[in-house]
């Protein structure tokens, strides 16, 4: 489909209004970005997945997926590669978490200083979570890389949880352009996760899930 075509079909979906105007500006722009290969590649997979995710994100935080777009930080007038691929990681995370049985999920707002993503409850204990979007795919991942992106965001999670008086920090990356296919447990991300915990030292209440390809990665476990 020629991008003329890709456009009209957009602009013909029940994507929300900001998000095709991001959408048609990306094609129309030319910017490299993983996420307009994808849409290139599979449009009617890409609009419905990227509705569904919509869909679900608004279940976990109570409001209709418009909003939980707004939420996550999304601006439809900022068309940098990675803008869109960031608020898709966030809400992401939030079905992940929300498909692990956490509840009382919220964005944290973006205020002043370091601040971490996503706050939610389990098992009685209240959780900060700082989620990364890396481009690297789940196969080129390694725990040097994994170690990279811990140290750069771990900060922002913790922070969040001394301040708001919470339990415990965690670190999500989502790998590659986000994928709408579900979280099937992995045992290589998983030995990646539990070779990064272990490098930093078993930090005390402090989880790395890993979301890739339509595959998560918890380490510890919850109730560790």
């Not at 602009?11 to 929300?16: E, I, K, V, W």
């Not at 996550?72 to 692990?100: I, K, T």
């Not at 890739?212 to 476990?221: C, L, Q, R």
Request: with cysteine.
């Amino acid at each position: 489909m020629n991008k003329a075509g890709l456009i009209r079909l957009i602009n013909a979906s029940a994507l929300p209004v900001a998000l095709k105007g991001y959408l048609g500006g990306v094609l129309a722009g030319n910017l490299p970005s993983s996420l307009r290969k994808r849409l290139k590649e599979d449009p009617d997979g890409f609009i419905s997945g990227v509705g569904g995710l919509l869909r679900e994100t608004g279940l976990a935080l109570g409001c209709d997926g418009d909003k939980a777009l707004f939420l996550s930080g999304f601006d439809g007038n900022n068309l940098a590669p990675d803008r869109l691929e960031a608020a898709l990681a966030e809400m992401l995370a939030v079905v992940f978490l929300s498909s692990e049985g956490f509840f009382s999920l919220s964005f944290i707002g973006r205020g002043s200083g370091k601040t971490a993503d996503i706050s939610a409850v389990r098992g009685g204990l209240a959780y900060a979570f700082e989620v990364c979007s890396a481009r690297t795919g789940a196969a080129c991942l390694s725990v040097d890389f994994l170690e990279l992106k811990y140290d750069k965001k771990i900060t922002q999670a913790r922070v969040s949880g001394r301040k708001g008086c919470l339990d415990r920090a965690g670190l999500v990356l989502v790998a590659g352009p986000p994928a709408f296919s579900g979280f099937a447990p992995d045992e290589r991300l998983t030995g990646l996760a539990r070779g990064l915990y272990e490098r930093k030292g078993r930090p005390r209440a402090t989880h790395i899930c890993l979301l890739a390809d339509g595959s998560a990665a918890v380490f510890p476990g919850w109730e560790a």
